[in-house]
């Protein structure tokens, strides 16, 4: 299942992405098997509600379409995505997760992994231009895969930390390098407003698969610049999800970077930074291909 949020006039709701069509999810659920009480406009409330059982709901999804035509909200071109989970209570970035990263930043395997935050703010969906251009000359991009949270976790099991997962979406790690190492700590690099593009669908993992074994590669301007493969992460998902759990509750909705591979514009030489008007591609297997354009400074 191909879970989206678009812009409604009513406000941004919770979609189903349906070969090209988008379909309303608080509708098609009127419907189902799995049907229990409470709001589910958007996809936090989604999650929320239904996080423990979406294999079974992504079963029924085929019918649902058939059973009540008025859920239709419009073909894919014609209908606004934004960022798929708009209001996250947290998110949590995983840096220096994959080995040929590491050997190309110079420094030591962490023994654990090592995590910063993003904030709501700085997130922006799949047909939004990449923020930041005005406060930084050093903008570099990094292709991630995302991991979002369907069910709370609080000091999970390794071997169970996958079933505390409800989907997966491209991500792209914008940061500011230069506004990153004026200090010890990475958040001002990393929180730039309007910076992390993210989507376009949350993918369930009835769909993926093995989240172990996916390609992955960043194109800006069409030109490949990282490929690897999640087979290479030092720290593996479960592990992760895991390890945040033992000192934080995770919630429904909640986004987890799980870190960038070899290939970051900063350790080019010469650097490669992004500017105005360039074009990024995220692309991963089984879970979808995300494109941005940087946007112009605002004046």
């Known amino acids: 299942m191909k879970i989206v949020s678009y812009e409604h006039e009513t406000g ?24 229990v009480h409470g709001a589910t406009s958007s996809v936090r409330e989604f999650l929320e509600l239904y996080g423990d059982r979406l ?8 019918a649902l379409v058939g059973q009540d035509p008025e859920a239709r909200v419009g073909v ?21 997760n994959y080995k040929d990263h590491v050997a190309e930043t110079g420094r030591a ?9 993003k904030f709501a703010s700085t997130m922006v969906g799949p047909e939004d231009e990449i923020g930041g251009a005005k406060v930084s000359g050093n903008l570099d991009f990094e292709g991630e ?24 979406a491209p991500l792209n790690d914008v940061t500011a390098r230069d506004l990153q190492y004026r200090g010890t700590q990475w958040l001002a690099g990393k929180a730039v407003d309007g910076s992390t ?5 949350l993918v369930t993992l009835d769909e993926v698969g093995d989240p172990q074994n996916l390609d992955l590669a960043t194109r800006v301007n069409g030109i490949e610049v990282q490929r690897s493969n999640t087979s290479h992460q030092i720290f593996p998902i479960a592990r992760i999800v895991s390890y945040l759990s033992t000192f934080l509750t995770l919630e429904p909705g909640d986004v987890i970077a799980t ?3 070899q290939g970051i514009g900063a350790k080019r030489n010469p650097p490669v930074w992004l500017e105005p008007g360039d074009t990024v591609e995220i692309e991963i297997d089984k879970v979808g291909l995300l494109r941005n354009t940087v ?3 605002q004046l």
Do not use: M
Request: proline share 9%; glycine share 10%; aromatic share 6%.
């Open 12 to 35: 941004v709701r919770g979609g189903v992405l349906i070969d090209d069509t988008i379909h309303d999810l608080e509708l098609l659920l009127q419907g189902s098997r799995q049907a």
């Open 197 to 201: 593009p993210w989507g376009p669908a």
């Open 109 to 117: 395997f962490p023994e654990f992994p090592d995590v910063f935050a």
């Open 55 to 62: 294999e079974a709901i992504s079963a029924e999804i085929g």
């Open 259 to 261: 870190g960038t591979p």
């Open 76 to 96: 894919r071109a014609d209908v606004h995505l934004t960022t798929p989970v708009p209001n996250p209570s947290k998110v949590l970035c995983i840096g220096l």
């Open 295 to 297: 946007g112009k400074p």
């Open 145 to 168: 895969l995302a991991v979002v949270i369907g069910r709370k976790a609080s000091d999970v099991k390794e071997e169970d930390a996958l079933g505390y997962v409800a989907a997966l």
